[in-house]
């Protein structure tokens, strides 16, 4: 009877210490998929061919390809190994101390694979210029946000078929001012990599889109 009761503490004990565990990869392995890629976007149309100065040469024209550290730019298609992002339709509710920020990130998958992603998650603002001058953070999508502008977010975990490109709506409250940078973490199950996409909210000034 007492080894029975000592097996019963001892199972309970384990399941008590283990338990968190599972809790926690089953967090992670719904935290979408991760990507290692290099992050990369060629503009559609090259720069024009250029005379070498002197010379008859005619240079030939140079395509754009921004990658990291440089920032992208709004509608770039940043293209990270089978998956494509684009930032799109940022718009700004102002407010006195705060202000609520939507925007749009559309996403293609083009591997072979699904490819799972938790866009609240994973997509946040990191940069605002308020008028006192640019502040760095977190900002990252909530559903109380949406509701206090009337817009349907997408909060959920979700999963694109090969060949399936879907736009999501996400909104944060952040800093009183203009949304400078918008930041991806391709990596979300690994809490020490700073492996993500940034944004800055402008039209790309070296090519045409």
Same mark, same amino acid.
Request: hydrophobic share 45%; glycine share 4%.
């Given at each position: 009877?007492? =080894?029975? %009761?000592?097996?019963? %503490?001892?199972?309970? &004990?384990?399941?008590?210490?283990?338990?968190?565990?599972?809790?926690?990869?089953?967090?992670?392995?719904?935290?979408?998929?991760?990507?290692?890629?290099?992050? +990369?976007?060629?503009?559609?149309?090259?720069?024009?061919? $250029? !005379?070498?100065?002197?010379?008859?040469?005619?240079?030939?024209?140079?395509?754009? !390809?921004?990658?990291?550290?440089? @920032?992208?730019?709004?509608?770039?298609?940043?293209?990270?190994?089978?998956?494509?992002?684009?930032?799109?339709?940022?718009?700004?509710? /102002?407010?006195?101390? #705060?202000?609520?920020?939507?925007? $749009?990130?559309?996403?293609?998958?083009?591997?072979?694979?699904? #490819?799972?992603?938790? /866009?609240?998650?994973?997509?946040?603002?990191?940069?605002?210029?308020?008028?006192y001058g640019e502040v760095s953070g977190v900002w990252s999508a909530s559903q &109380?946000?949406?509701? =206090?502008?009337?817009? +349907?977010? @997408?909060?959920?975990?979700?999963?694109?078929? /090969?060949?399936?490109?879907?736009?999501?709506?996400?909104?944060? +409250?952040?800093?009183?001012? *203009? /949304?400078?940078?918008?930041?991806? *973490?391709?990596?979300?199950?690994?809490?020490? @990599?700073?492996?993500?996409?940034t944004w800055v909210n402008q039209s790309n000034p070296f090519c045409a889109l």
């Open positions: 009877m007492n =080894e029975t %009761i000592h097996k019963t %503490i001892l199972w309970r &004990s384990i399941y008590v210490l283990v338990s968190p565990i599972f809790m926690l990869l089953a967090v992670l392995a719904c935290a979408g998929t991760g990507l290692f890629d290099t992050p +990369s976007f060629t503009c559609p149309t090259a720069m024009p061919p $250029t !005379v070498l100065a002197g010379t008859p040469t005619l240079l030939p024209a140079t395509p754009v !390809v921004i990658m990291p550290p440089m @920032d992208f730019y709004m509608g770039d298609a940043v293209a990270v190994g089978s998956v494509q992002f684009r930032l799109l339709d940022v718009t700004v509710h /102002p407010d006195d101390l #705060y202000a609520i920020y939507a925007w $749009t990130l559309e996403v293609s998958n083009r591997g072979q694979e699904d #490819y799972e992603i938790f /866009p609240a998650s994973q997509m946040f603002i990191s940069e605002v210029q308020s008028p &109380s946000a949406a509701d =206090e502008v009337g817009i +349907s977010a @997408d909060m959920d975990l979700y999963a694109l078929a /090969p060949n399936e490109t879907r736009q999501f709506e996400l909104v944060a +409250s952040a800093s009183a001012g *203009d /949304p400078v940078q918008f930041s991806f *973490d391709l990596t979300p199950t690994i809490t020490d @990599d700073d492996r993500v996409i």
